[in-house]
C-alpha cells in the first residue's frame, strides 16, 4: 500500500512536485460501467435499497420540477425577458430537456448508478471532465434550492397574510442582495434534511402526497387564470410606454427567457441519480424520466398562459407572481392569493425534497471516486441513505439561503445547468461511437468540436449581428453547415455500441440538436453570469490540481480504483445486466 500524499505536510509537498505526472495519468482516466457497478459502488459500504418504483420516479419528477420553476422563475423570466410569450419560452426549454433526458436516459438503464451525469462522464471522457460537471451539479442544486428555499418563504408569507420582508431580517451592513436575513428557508431545508436521511422510500411516499396535494392546486389556479383573466393582456402591457405584444422584447427575449426558466428542469436530473434504489431500471427509467418531463412542460406552458391572462406582463411581481396577481382585489378574490400560497409552498416543499435526495446522491458518488473525501460515499447501514453528504450538503444550502438573495442565484444555476446538459450530450455521442482501446477516437472528437463551434458561431450572429437580410442569410449559412456536418458523420462513422435495453432514438441527431439547442440558451444568458461561472470552474481546477487528483492517485495505488480498461465496452454488458437487474 502507497503512503498517503496528506499523511503528513512532507508527504503533501513531495505529492505536489508529482503533479504533472498525475495528472497526466488520473485527469483521462476513464472508469467502466462494470467498475461504478461493482466496485466503486462497493466503496459506500451499505448498498442503497431497490424500492422505487416507475410511479415513484413519475412522482418526483413531477414534484423535483413543479414549484421551483412556475413559482419563483416565472415571474422573473415574464417581467425582465420574455413578457406575455414565456409561455413559449418553457415550451423551448421543456423540448431542450426532453432531448435531454433521453440522454440522461440511456446512461441511467445501461448503468443504474446514484452518480448521474457525474458517473456518465467518468466513463466517457475521464475524471477531470466528470469533476468538473460533478462540482457544477451540486453546487447548481445547492445554490437552486437556496432560491427556491427562499421564495418559500415569500409564498408562506402571502398564504397568512404577512409580507415576506416582516420575516426577514435586514442588515444594513451587508452588500445589496446578501443582506436580508431569511431563518424560515434555514428552518426548511434543515427539516427537509432530516427527511431524507432518515429514509428514501418514505421521502417519496412524502413526495407523492405532497404533489398530489400541489397538483390540484396547480388545476385551480389554471382554471381560475383562464376564467378570471383577460386575452388583451398577452399583447397589451399596462403602460403604454412600455414594449407591447405578444413578443414585447422580441424571439431573443423569448429564449432569453427559455435560458432563464431553465433551473425549472432540474428536478428530472434528480430523477436519474435515484436509478440506484430502482427497482426495474429498464422499464421504470424511461417512463419515469421522460414522462416527467412531459407532464411539466405541459404543466408550465398552461400556468404561464393563466398567469399572463390575469396580469399584464408589465404588472407581474417578479418574486410571487402567481399569489401577488389576486393580492389586494376588490371583487371578491383576493382569498385566492393565500390559496395559492398554500399550493406553492406544497411545491416548493417537494421540489426541495427530490432536489436535496438528488444533491446528496451526486455527493455520495463523487465521493466513492476519491476526488473529495471518501467521507461523503458512506452509506448508514440503518437508513440506507448517504447521511454524511444529506447533512453536509443540507447544511450548506441551509447557511447560503440564509443570505443569499434569488436574484444573485439564478443566473449562475442556469449556466452550471446547460453546461452539465451540453456535456452529457457529447458523452452519449460519444460512448455510442468509440470503443476505448479499441477505435479511433478523432473522427467522434472532431464530430462534436467542430459541430460545437458551428453552434457558438451561430449563436453569436444572433446574439450581435443587427437584425436584417445580412443576418438572416448569416443564420441560413451557419444552420446548413451544422446540418452538412451532421449527416456527413451519420454517413462515414459506425456505431461501435449498440444499448442493450433503451437507446436514444435517431442518433446522431437528438442528441446533436440538444448539443446545439444548449449552446444557444447558454449564448443567451448574460455577461455577469459567465463570469461567475469562470470563477466558480477556476476554483473547482484549483481544487483538482491541489486535492482530487492527489487523492485518486492515492486509491489507485491502495487497488481502490481501477486503471483504464481496454476494450471495455465488449465485456461489460453482460456483467452489467447480472449486477443490475438482480433485485
Given amino acids: 500500500m502507497n503512503s498517503s500524499s496528506f499523511s503528513s505536510f512532507r508527504a503533501y509537498l513531495r505529492a505536489l512536485s508529482h503533479t504533472p505526472t498525475r495528472l497526466a495519468r488520473r485527469a483521462l482516466s476513464v472508469s467502466t460501467s462494470y467498475d461504478e457497478m461493482s466496485q466503486v459502488r462497493a466503496r459506500s459500504g451499505t448498498s442503497m435499497r431497490k424500492t422505487l418504483r416507475w410511479y415513484d420516479l413519475v412522482s418526483l419528477g413531477i414534484g423535483g420540477m413543479v414549484g421551483a420553476g412556475v413559482f419563483v422563475t416565472t415571474g422573473h423570466a415574464t417581467r425582465l425577458y420574455a413578457g406575455p410569450a414565456v409561455l413559449l419560452s418553457y415550451a423551448i426549454a421543456g423540448f431542450c430537456a426532453l432531448l435531454s433526458a433521453f440522454c440522461y436516459t440511456e446512461f441511467a438503464v445501461d448503468m443504474p448508478v446514484a452518480g448521474g451525469a457525474f458517473s456518465y462522464l467518468r466513463v466517457t471522457f475521464g475524471e477531470f471532465a466528470a469533476f468538473m460537471t460533478g462540482a457544477n451539479l451540486v453546487v447548481d442544486y445547492v445554490l437552486s434550492n437556496a432560491a427556491v428555499a427562499r421564495g418559500f418563504t415569500a409564498y408562506l408569507g402571502t398564504a397568512i397574510g404577512i409580507s415576506s420582508a416582516k420575516w426577514r431580517l435586514t442588515v444594513p451592513s451587508l452588500p445589496h442582495g446578501f443582506n436580508e436575513i431569511d431563518v424560515v428557508a434555514v428552518a426548511v431545508v434543515l427539516l427537509i434534511t432530516l427527511v431524507i436521511c432518515y429514509s428514501t422510500r418514505e421521502s417519496s411516499v412524502m413526495n407523492m402526497i405532497l404533489t398530489a396535494l400541489h397538483i390540484l392546486f396547480i388545476a385551480f389556479v389554471i382554471m381560475v387564470g383562464f376564467w378570471k383573466g383577460s386575452w388583451k393582456n398577452f399583447t397589451e402591457p399596462a403602460n403604454p410606454q412600455n414594449p407591447g405584444g405578444f413578443f414585447p422584447h422580441g424571439a431573443a427575449g423569448v429564449f432569453k427567457g427559455a435560458a432563464a426558466v431553465y433551473l425549472s428542469y432540474i428536478g428530472y436530473d434528480a430523477v436519474s441519480t435515484m436509478a440506484e434504489e430502482v427497482r426495474d431500471p429498464v422499464r421504470d427509467i424511461p417512463v419515469g424520466v421522460s414522462g416527467s418531463v412531459v407532464i411539466v ?164 450572429i444572433w446574439k450581435f449581428v443587427p437584425t436584417g437580410g445580412a443576418k438572416a442569410g448569416m443564420l441560413s449559412v451557419s444552420g446548413v453547415i451544422a446540418i452538412a456536418i451532421l449527416q456527413l458523420f451519420h454517413c462515414m462513422v459506425p456505431q461501435v455500441r449498440k444499448p442493450e435495453f433503451w437507446g436514444v432514438p435517431f442518433m446522431p441527431w437528438i442528441p446533436s440538436i440538444s448539443i446545439f439547442l444548449n449552446v444557444f440558451l447558454l449564448g443567451s444568458l448574460d455577461g455577469p453570469s459567465y463570469i461567475r461561472f469562470g470563477f466558480f470552474s477556476a476554483v473547482a481546477v484549483l481544487f483538482y490540481v491541489f486535492y482530487s487528483v492527489h487523492a485518486s492517485f492515492d486509491a489507485e495505488g491502495d487497488g481502490s480504483l481501477a486503471e483504464k480498461v481496454g476494450g471495455e465496452i465488449h465485456v461489460e454488458s453482460k456483467e452489467i445486466e447480472d449486477q443490475s437487474f438482480k433485485v
Fill in 297 to 460: 412542460t405541459v404543466l408550465y406552458c398552461l400556468m404561464a398562459a393563466s398567469m399572463t391572462k390575469l396580469l399584464p406582463y408589465d404588472m407581474i411581481n417578479a418574486e410571487a407572481p402567481f399569489s401577488a396577481a389576486f393580492s389586494g382585489k376588490s371583487d371578491g378574490w383576493g382569498w385566492v392569493s393565500r390559496v395559492i400560497g398554500v399550493g406553492a409552498s406544497f411545491g416548493i416543499l417537494t421540489s426541495l425534497l427530490v432536489a436535496m435526495l438528488g444533491q446528496a446522491r451526486y455527493m455520495c458518488v463523487i465521493g466513492r471516486s476519491n476526488v473529495v473525501p471518501s467521507w461523503f460515499a458512506r452509506v448508514h447501514p440503518g437508513t440506507s441513505t448517504p447521511v454524511n453528504a444529506s447533512a453536509f450538503l443540507g447544511i450548506f444550502t441551509a447557511a447560503i439561503a440564509l443570505f443569499t438573495d434569488l436574484d444573485v442565484l439564478l443566473n449562475l444555476v442556469s449556466i452550471g445547468t446547460l453546461f452539465v446538459f451540453y456535456m452529457v450530450a457529447n458523452a452519449v455521442i460519444y460512448r455510442r461511437y468509440v470503443a476505448t482501446g479499441t477505435s479511433n477516437p478523432w473522427p467522434t472528437l472532431s464530430f462534436l468540436c467542430s459541430f460545437s463551434f458551428t453552434a457558438i458561431m451561430f449563436t453569436l
